[in-house]
């Protein structure tokens, strides 16, 4: 497209083809095929005028609908907000236009990005294109159903608690979630500013690289230089422990091919983090979002309070909010409670970590993404690991929280499918502010494991 030899617009029609092809994923809220056509006519015009195409030239990107966009309504996947258009592009998605992206529509999520299935109740579930029966995950649901499903090589996501990385594990694609505060959040749908962070879901690493790279403003090069010597942490006693058996099968083989590659397994320990994420991470969250989200929308000019948002949610979003936010609630979260979680617990988290990485001298945390691969849409209370009953919420959010709260970068990569078909993942945490260098760890490591098939159409 960058030397003219394939038209934007020729591109655009075709993945506009897929996406009608795959419209029962409900992997859109928002898509306008001709506001695309055009975005994408205009880009060749402006090539064929002299214009110096950027590194996103002609690609159309799909954005999970938290985001705002000048162009496009943004919903947060909540009745309030169906009509919510928003003045401005969020600074991400100037940054992807600025280098000659266009928008591919606003992608389904979680209602207001608190949960992670996706199973909309507003604007319909969506559906995972390796089992559609199955979730996606979430809250980025959408976006990753997108770029697994074919539909875009590379979309956007946010993550505040495992909304990038969860969809990228289920859905057998690339997430990076970057080191806190990489990529601007300004204009996006809130739950903490603490923890909220903005990132690319794909299936290659080198697509997460080129958005970073972008985003970013960091135009290192990424060079991989294979697993020979490279040191990579495990800690069994929290990550490890009750695993779905064909989790741990493929984890089990994945870790043989690291050491098969040269790679160094650390065995370690990191004492007291499970107490520290107990302590940590719903209490920040739950008492940040009815602050933030009240400022978001009237900073970006919504006509909805936060009270009539919450009053018009779906009821399973109400029942969170009654239980967990609101006061009055049986887990609200006190003032003392949150303060201590802030500045106390979340730097002994910090810390906790650093000292890790500094005794043990590893590129990176390596750790089953989630204790399962993707469940059935609806089995979002419990599941059945081993015959026993497990919450929803800990086999799905355990492994993840705790880079996620204490702001390091996550890499999540497909390892393969379960003898269902079903994508499993592992994660690679680095330190702070090494998102390079564990992009660039990222692509060693796909070589390793390869490639998932794509989903059966």
Not at 68 to 94: E, H, I
Not at 111 to 126: C, D, R
């Amino acid at each position: 497209m960058t030397r003219g030899e394939l038209k934007a617009e020729r591109y655009a029609e075709a993945l506009l083809a897929r996406c009608r092809a795959a419209a029962a994923l409900g992997a859109f809220i928002t898509l306008e095929p001709q506001r695309v056509l055009e975005q994408a006519r205009e880009l060749d015009r402006a090539r064929q005028a002299g214009e110096a195409p950027g590194p996103l030239f002609g690609l159309p990107i799909p954005v999970k609908d938290s985001v705002n966009t000048k162009d496009y309504r943004t919903t947060g996947g909540t009745p309030a907000l169906r009509d919510f258009q928003p003045k401005d592009d969020a600074p991400v998605v100037a940054s992807l236009r600025a280098a000659g992206a266009l928008v591919l529509g606003k992608t389904n999520l979680h209602e207001l990005s608190y949960g992670w299935t996706s199973n909309n109740q507003a604007f319909g579930a969506v559906h995972n294109p390796y089992d559609r029966a199955r979730i996606p995950g979430g809250s980025s649901g959408g976006t990753a159903a997108a770029v697994a499903a074919r539909l875009a090589p590379l979309g956007l996501a946010e993550d505040t608690e495992g909304s990038i990385r969860v969809p990228a594990a289920f859905c057998g694609i690339a997430g990076f979630r970057p080191t806190t505060g990489r990529y601007p959040t300004q204009a996006c749908i809130p739950i903490s500013p603490l923890f909220d962070q903005v990132g690319p879901l794909a299936r290659v690493v080198e697509d997460l690289a080129l958005f970073d790279s972008v985003v970013a403003n960091d135009r290192r090069p990424i060079a991989t230089q294979g697993l020979r010597g490279v040191r990579l942490g495990i800690v069994r006693d929290y990550w490890y422990s009750g695993l779905d058996p064909e989790v741990e099968r493929l984890t089990d083989l994945a870790l043989a091919k690291l050491t098969e590659a040269g790679a160094l397994l650390v065995e370690s320990e990191m004492p007291g983090l499970a107490e520290l994420i107990q302590r940590t991470t719903a209490q920040v969250q739950n008492h940040d979002v009815r602050i933030a989200l009240a400022r978001f929308l009237a900073d970006y000019g919504a006509a909805q309070s936060f009270e009539a948002v919450v009053a018009q949610a779906s009821p399973d979003i109400q029942a969170i909010f009654r239980s967990e936010i609101l006061p009055g609630g049986a887990h609200f979260v006190s003032e003392a409670v949150y303060a201590a979680a802030r500045d106390r617990h979340l730097p002994a988290l910090r810390r906790l970590y650093e000292e890790y990485f500094r005794r043990n001298g590893v590129a990176a945390i390596v750790l089953p993404t989630t204790l399962i691969a993707a469940p059935l849409i609806g089995e979002d209370r419990v599941v059945t690991i081993r015959g026993q009953a497990v919450r929803f919420e800990t086999a799905v959010a355990r492994n993840i929280a705790p880079g996620s709260t204490a702001g390091l970068p996550g890499l999540v990569l497909p390892i393969g499918l379960t003898t269902r078909g079903l994508p499993v993942s592992l994660e690679f945490d680095g330190p702070a502010a090494t998102d390079r260098a564990l992009l660039a760890l990222g692509g060693s490591l796909e070589r390793v494991f390869g490639r998932l098939p794509p989903p059966r159409r």
